[in-house]
């Protein structure tokens, strides 16, 4: 003989319990057909990375499929580059430009085409345009492998002020004004101390403006940083216990 038994099981709570608050998802796809030559470019929105945590500007970047910014030197140094497993050292072969304007510096005593993405404010980013590959010669000599074209925002949503405070005496200020329908006006300042040895002392200030004239967008845009860098130690000094992890080998490394 069988025995069979069937058990249900309902929980019963409180009427409010059961509402449950409606929850919008919004999905874009931009239509490339004629107007992309290959697979390997496209365009992102602000919508697309507006909620990704940035540890830094640099990973603005991090956008284009395949392409990762890594940084070893303060907050201050143009990051590493590299696309689909590729080492594009700081900017040599990945070409980058803001509203139109080319951000490699052709001279420079790290390398030629060094790219510091450091004065980007992400909060006023519009849109990120890419390409993949040598395949357009506008984009200038440090495309060899990639290029990224940063646009900021024609119309910002309203004026504001944001701060930030976090861990290590970090401390971050963003503010935008709108002065007329065509001229915006914003700031992005911040400092931090970090979590090694010897201070890091990050102090850094981005300002931006922009206005529309006739058609025509006139983007300016001034930037600067100091920060003492510990750089990469050795390992095998860590493990011998000469070094700790956080400490530094020259404690007067740094820029500004």
């Known amino acids: 003989m069988a025995l069979g038994a069937v058990v249900g ?14 929850i919008s998802v919004w999905g874009r796809r931009a239509n490339a057909l004629g107007r992309a030559m290959s697979a390997s470019e496209g365009r992102v929105a ?16 991090e956008v284009v499929p395949g392409l990762a910014a890594t940084q070893h030197s303060g907050a201050g140094k143009a990051n590493q580059y590299f696309l689909r497993g590729f ?12 509203d139109g304007a080319p951000l490699n510096l052709p001279s420079h ?22 390409r993949k590959g040598p395949y357009a010669a506008e984009n200038g000599d440090f495309a060899t492998a990639a290029a990224v074209a940063f646009e900021t925002a024609d119309h ?9 405070i976090g861990q290590n005496q970090a401390y971050r200020l963003v503010g935008a004004k709108a002065l007329s329908d065509n001229l915006i006006v914003a ?7 970090g979590p090694w040895t010897t201070p890091e002392d990050l102090s ?13 967008s006139i983007t300016a845009l ?18 011998a216990g000469t070094l700790g992890r956080f400490d530094a080998v020259d404690a007067t490394d740094g820029g500004e």
């Open 204 to 216: 850094k200030a981005s300002l931006l403006g922009k206005a529309q004239v006739g058609g025509w």
């Open 187 to 193: 700031a992005d300042l911040t400092a931090a101390r």
């Open 109 to 130: 005593a790290h390398g030629q085409g060094y790219l510091d993405l450091n004065p980007l404010t992400p909060e006023f980013i519009h849109d990120i345009s890419f």
């Open 46 to 61: 602000f919508s697309d990375f507006a909620a990704r945590p940035l540890s830094r500007p640099g990973e603005l970047a």
């Open 9 to 22: 099981l309902a929980a019963v709570g409180p009427a409010s319990a059961q509402d449950v608050e409606a």
């Open 156 to 164: 910002l949503h309203g004026d504001g002020i944001q701060a930030w």
């Open 87 to 98: 080492n594009l050292d700081h900017g040599t072969d990945l070409a980058a430009s803001l």
């Open 222 to 239: 001034a930037y600067e940083a100091r920060w003492t860098s510990t750089d990469q130690i050795p390992r095998r000094a860590v493990e």
